[in-house]
C-alpha cells in the first residue's frame, strides 16, 4: 500500500460480499482498517471463533483483501 491512507476493497473468496473499507498506515508502516470492517464481518456471516485466511491481491484497480474461511 503506497498510500497512507485509503480505500480498502474487501471481499469473500467467492465474491459475494464486498465492502470498501477505509484504511490508515502507521509510522511502523502498518496498515488499520478504520472503517468497514464490521459491516464485511457481518455481511459475510463471520463467526468469532472460526478461523480465516487474509491474502492481499494486486489488481490494476489498486490493492484487494480476499478473506475466506478455513
Not at 9 to 17: E, K, L, S
Not at 59 to 68: A, D, E, N, Y
Amino acid at each position: 500500500m503506497d498510500a497512507d491512507r485509503g480505500e480498502l476493497p474487501i471481499t469473500t473468496r467467492d465474491g459475494t460480499t464486498i465492502v470498501t473499507t477505509r484504511f490508515i498506515k502507521g509510522v511502523d508502516k502498518r496498515a488499520t482498517i478504520t472503517k468497514g470492517w464490521s459491516n464485511f464481518f457481518r455481511q459475510a456471516h463471520m463467526n468469532k471463533g472460526q478461523a480465516y485466511a487474509f491474502t492481499f491481491k494486486c489488481t490494476s484497480k489498486g490493492p484487494r483483501l480476499i478473506v475466506c474461511s478455513i
